[in-house]
């Protein structure tokens, strides 16, 4: 079993940054493949952002590509989630999944309890 707890959410107004971050248990931290999703209100969860086992490959949705970036340190089990020149439409809970190599379902295997973030105009 795999944990994944994220931190970092808050009120920021429009324009201004947050960071995220989420712990993930295990000590095959860097097997997994880890990931930001978020849910707005009303909306179902959509994609933010992915992150390869080492670090050398991202993705992003298309509304957050510039603005957003993903990080990870194996060495801390942490993932990170810089989030600048936010926008109201940013509020969203924010969520993190790790999907592990040894559960061969399709998909994030793992999730954490999300992080709120709200954005002010």
């Known amino acids: 079993q795999v944990q994944v707890v994220e931190s970092g959410g808050g009120l920021v107004q429009a324009g201004g940054s947050l960071r995220l971050s989420c712990a993930a248990s295990?000590?095959?931290?860097?097997?997994?493949?880890m990931g930001w999703f978020r849910q707005a209100p009303g909306k179902e969860r959509e994609f933010v952002a992915t992150i390869s086992r080492s670090g050398g490959s991202t993705d992003y949705a298309e509304s957050v590509k510039g603005r957003f970036t993903i990080s990870r340190d194996n060495a801390k089990n942490t993932v990170y989630l810089q989030m600048n020149s936010l926008k109201p439409e940013d509020t969203a809970v924010y969520y993190c999944?790790?999907?592990?190599?040894?559960?061969?379902?399709?998909?994030?295997?793992?999730w954490g309890q999300g992080t709120q973030v709200t954005v002010s105009s």
């Open positions: 295990g000590r095959a931290f860097s097997t997994y493949i």
């Open positions: 999944a790790a999907d592990v190599p040894w559960v061969v379902t399709k998909g994030y295997d793992y």
